[in-house]
């Protein structure tokens, strides 16, 4: 039986939710969603609009789960346990509940993916909040590999999106070199070329409307049709 087929051999979809907050959602009401170890990280960062980023990412991530699920926001345990160390920095997991979970933020945007297919790794950039490329050289071998070559910063960031939102579903984040990340070009539909270590990865790619500014992607790991539906969390946290 290949991926992506039920066993009557009928193709089955991928589906996925993605929402978009921005800082302005923010409200003091939701303070009281965060867990212990969330406030703990809220209250770690130097920056106020950091601290808030996280904060929207956290509390929607719980809104929207318990949407789904239909349980109660402070009724859904989300860890975050790092799988090199015991920091609670990893990737969001929620036990029990057959969901995968992915969050990024940048500048305004927050974005917060959710599926049941597979992991997931959803990744936003803001465009203006990058350097150009021609005075970012350095950044750019940390990020472009073999073949991989752009002409302006927009193209850059469809790069750096889309192989950060694998490395995301991957779970390795920095531990995977962006370089050996081999994507589609910038022009060309998201497609994941190669990854380091691995002959294949079954993974399947969008790019994402983040709104005017910004360039998001996003990866499930599963070589099946993909379907996306972004939403405004506006409902989940002004509601």
Not at 145 to 158: A, I, Q, T, Y
Not at 181 to 206: C, E, I, K, W
């Amino acid at each position: 039986m290949r991926p992506g087929e039920e066993a009557g051999g009928s193709a089955i979809q991928a589906e996925c939710a993605v929402w978009w907050a921005v800082l302005s959602m923010l409200r003091d009401r939701h303070l009281n969603l965060l867990d212990a170890l969330e406030s703990d990280r809220r209250r770690a960062y130097r920056r106020e609009a950091d601290a808030d980023r996280f904060t929207i990412g956290a509390v929607l991530l719980r809104l929207a789960l318990a949407a789904e699920l239909g349980a109660e926001p402070d009724r859904v345990p989300i860890q975050r346990s790092c799988p090199t160390c015991a920091r609670p920095h990893g990737r969001p997991t929620v036990a029990g509940a057959g969901r995968h979970l992915s969050v990024s933020h940048s500048g305004n945007r927050i974005a917060v993916a959710i599926t049941a297919a597979a992991p997931v790794g959803v990744d936003v950039e803001e465009l203006a909040s990058s350097r150009p490329v021609d005075d970012s050289e350095q950044l750019a071998r940390h990020v472009l590999g073999p073949g991989e070559s752009v002409g302006d910063r927009r193209e850059f960031l469809v790069y750096w999106v889309r192989k950060e939102s694998v490395v995301k579903a991957t779970g390795e984040g920095l531990r995977a070199p962006l370089p050996d990340v081999l994507v589609s070009r910038p022009d060309a539909p998201p497609r994941l070329v190669g990854y380091p270590g691995r002959r294949a990865l079954a993974a399947t790619m969008a790019d994402l409307d983040p709104g005017d500014g910004y360039l998001g992607a996003l990866t499930v790991l599963a070589d099946v049709p993909l379907v996306v539906r972004e939403h405004d969390a506006a409902g989940l946290l002004l509601g």
